[in-house]
């Protein structure tokens, strides 16, 4: 079944750790974000990617990075997290080519804390 | 740049009256307009989108939303709610002069429906 997924869905950590969040999706979207979300919040897009080797920052600046080195992975990583980076991390794929109608599908999200 | 208006946080209903959810929009050229829902600790739902043709729009779960080009509206209705479409509703549009597929979303509006 073609679907996104995203792990860990809960993260609890200390200021100054490394971490990683980790996106997939098996639909062979061309197209790939990532969102931030404060709970029952707007949504900011902080990186989206249109293909492999492709990645442009959001809206909304953010202390991560990104990288797409396969088309199904799109992984987000925060090089020293802090509190200021608790917040819940939103993936979501979409379309392939120019087509630009298609809806994004998302992910379950992951709900990072940083102590 | 285009922009989305969600002009109430929050809709109160009892269960079994019609629903409506409110969203304008403002973007250059012609549009293309999603809904999506979002339940707590969950990621976002495609409900419906409207991309051209028949300004009613149907959609999953009972849902449809009417395009009004004049009044730049596009707003989410279910003639009889339930109890479990309480959750947190987000509209998002993007031109469709746009091949990359980002998506500018509202601020979200929270449906508590009552028994």
């Known amino acids: 079944e073609a679907d996104i997924y995203q792990t860990p869905r809960y993260l609890v950590i200390g200021t100054g750790k490394k971490i990683t969040l980790e996106c997939s999706q098996t639909?062979?979207?061309?197209?790939m974000y990532w969102y931030q979300q404060d709970p029952g919040m707007e949504l900011h897009l902080i990186h989206y990617?249109?293909?492999?080797?492709?990645?442009e920052k959001g809206d909304l600046s953010s202390e991560s990075t990104v990288s797409r080195i396969r088309t199904e992975h799109f992984p987000l990583t925060l090089e020293s997290a802090r509190p200021s980076h608790t917040s819940q991390y939103l993936c979501?794929?979409?379309?392939?080519?120019?087509?630009?109608?298609?809806?994004?599908?998302f992910g379950p999200g992951t709900r990072l804390t940083v102590l | 740049a285009q922009s989305v208006a969600q002009p109430e946080d929050q809709v109160n209903v009892a269960e079994g009256n019609p629903l409506t959810v409110k969203c304008t929009y403002s973007?250059?050229?012609?549009?293309?307009l999603f809904w999506y829902v979002q339940y707590p600790n969950r990621g976002l739902q495609f409900l419906l989108k409207?991309?051209?043709?028949?300004?009613l729009v149907k959609g999953s779960y009972g849902f449809e939303a009417e395009f009004n080009k004049s009044q730049t509206s596009f707003h989410l209705k279910k003639p009889s709610a339930l109890v479990s479409d309480s959750a947190l509703y987000f509209c998002?549009?993007?031109?469709?002069?746009?091949?990359?597929?980002?998506?500018?979303f509202g601020a979200g509006t929270q449906v508590v429906v009552t028994p």
């Open positions: 979501a794929s979409s379309g392939t080519g120019t087509v630009s109608y298609n809806e994004q599908f």
């Open positions: 639909m062979g979207h061309d197209k």
């Open positions: 990617s249109y293909g492999v080797n492709s990645t």
């Open positions: 409207y991309i051209t043709g028949d300004n």
């Open positions: 973007v250059s050229g012609n549009p293309y």
């Open positions: 998002a549009v993007r031109p469709s002069t746009d091949s990359w597929g980002k998506l500018q």
